[in-house]
């Protein structure tokens, strides 16, 4: 039997760049939309915002896998390991873990993830599901390689995360790392804009760290232009855009715009 391909995982390991989007909804219309562009190695779904059902994850993973691309999910931290392994026996490539702030979480992360074997010692075992293409019958060694070739991904969005980063890109098994300005302006008592430039500095940081110790910084734009300042620092795994980022953009400003046209006529 020939294990399914994780499309992520084979993107890290031949050193090759990514290109991803972040999709609020599970309707595989919108998958299906997304990959028919081929456009984007992969859709993240952002399961920490959103409502979702388990049936939803399968559905999901179905729909990218029929049109050739890869998955993400993004986990709360309460109840990841839960969510996770539901998700990568649902078929999810790879794992986007929040709210990490210490090394032990993440140790913690990637045990619930790893395969129950002696080697691995990890937590998670064989259920029958679907994974990635489908094979349930698959040898209990291959299946525990196929749980190994998960991507993990982490967020740095805590203020002593970013304090502990060293420690984090050094733990085997951490794949990705993506800086989150939002949670770690807050951890650290600030409004994001009002502290832009130490935001950027925690950024940089966390990137340098995460290349001093093989592992690749993921970063999140919302434009193509912005890309460049990131490849200048060695970044080459990208998340463009947010479904409800740009919606709300165009509800807000071409919105406004016509409403302003319409009340004239009105008037």
């Known amino acids: 039997m020939v294990l399914k391909e994780n499309l992520i995982r084979s993107l890290l390991e031949k050193d090759r760049p990514s290109v991803a989007t972040r999709l609020w909804t599970t309707s595989t219309f919108f998958v299906e939309a997304l990959a028919s562009t081929g456009n984007f190695d992969y859709a993240e779904f952002v399961a920490e915002y959103a409502p979702y059902t388990l049936y939803d994850l399968q559905n999901f993973c179905i729909a990218a896998e029929l049109h050739g691309m890869g998955s993400m999910i993004k986990v709360d931290f309460q ?3 839960f969510v996770a392994q539901k998700a990568i026996a649902s078929g999810f490539q790879a794992i986007n873990f929040t709210d990490c702030q210490t ?3 993440v140790k913690e992360s990637i045990r619930l993830t790893m395969p129950e074997t002696p080697e691995d010692g990890g937590r998670f075992g064989f259920p029958n599901n679907r994974f990635i293409g489908f094979q349930p019958k698959m040898p209990q060694m291959l299946h525990a390689e196929r749980e190994r070739k998960v991507v993990r ?3 740095i969005e805590k203020a002593v995360a970013v304090e502990n980063i060293e420690a984090i ?3 085997p098994g951490v794949d990705m790392v993506q800086f989150g300005p939002s949670d770690f302006s807050m951890s650290s008592g600030w409004n994001v804009n009002e502290h832009v430039a130490e935001v950027k500095e925690a950024e940089r940081h966390v990137i340098e760290v995460a290349l001093k110790h ?11 232009e912005a890309a460049g300042y990131y490849i200048a620092l060695g970044v080459k795994h990208f998340c463009l855009g947010d479904q409800l980022v740009q919606l709300t953009s165009f509800w807000e400003k071409d919105g406004k715009q016509l409403r302003g046209i319409a009340d004239k006529l009105g008037n």
């Not at 093989?214 to 734009?221: A, D, H, K, T």
Request: a negative charge; hydrophobic letters at 35%.
């Open 79 to 81: 109840n990841r390991g």
């Open 103 to 105: 090394a032990e979480d």
């Open 153 to 155: 991904c982490f967020m």
């Open 169 to 171: 890109c050094a733990i």
């Open 214 to 224: 093989g592992v690749q910084p993921r970063c999140e734009i919302q434009s193509v």
